[in-house]
């Protein structure tokens, strides 16, 4: 078994075991006459925006109603797991995306809100929400513009029912959610164990050895760079740039 001092230098993936993603944010109108992405929620990941261009709002759906915020370049914008979410893309809205443990996200922490006889089997769920591997650029896009459609949808119903004061069509979305991730928990506790768990064991592996007055650790200090494994991929907000790091 490793020693708490041997942590201090077994971890060099980004600060705090986060991942990160940069967003172009859809430009496709919806029924609504708004120009977005994909709704969808989060089950144990919190997520950050740093807006970096352009200009739009973040809607989002909890419990305690519904909300829109303002995104602006230079804004700084974070929620926490169960933030139902939707940008909304008033020109050109770039963002790069914050992500907890290792960019749990990219690992399949994300519900879309389909309406809800599609949430109740994973096998039509996943039909619904999966792109085309082998289509052409026309076909995927065509199949993500269906999916957020189909999400919109979802979220309008959930809105209604949320503002009207009837909470149980948003605790039902809830559980259907949980249902769908359940048997992906397991890899996405690795993950985590591996990135955001041993961040932390590390900074207290350094700040004991500061402590005792040590600090052999400095000089095993590195320098890493990453490219994007993936540009331009159709993403449930936009087209991502995508950093394969956790």
Known sequence: MASRADTSVAY???PGGIGVSRLRVYDWLAADGLRGG??????SCSEGYAVTGGRGTVQTLTAS?????????GALVWFTPGTIHRLVNEGGLTIVVLMQN????????????????LLADLVAYRAAVTLPEAGS?????????????????GFAALRKATEAGDPEPLAAFHRAAAALVRPLVGR?????RDGAVA???ATGAQLD??????????????????QPTARGRFGMCGRLDVYDIG
Not at 65 to 73: I, S
Not at 137 to 153: C, G, K, T
Not at 209 to 226: I, M, N, V
């Open 65 to 73: 109603g519904f909300e829109q915020t303002e995104l602006t370049p």
């Open 38 to 43: 994909t709704p969808h929620v989060h089950l």
């Open 137 to 153: 650029e026309e076909e995927v896009e065509a199949a993500a513009r269906h999916r957020r459609d189909l999400a919109l949808e």
């Open 199 to 201: 961040a932390a064991a």
């Open 188 to 192: 996405w506790r690795g993950r985590w």
């Open 12 to 14: 060099d993936g980004l």
């Open 209 to 226: 050895r500061l402590e005792r007055g040590d600090a052999e650790h400095l000089a095993q200090a590195r320098l890493r760079t990453e």
């Open 102 to 117: 290792c960019g749990l996200p990219e690992a399949g922490d994300a519900v879309l809100t389909l309406p809800p006889h």
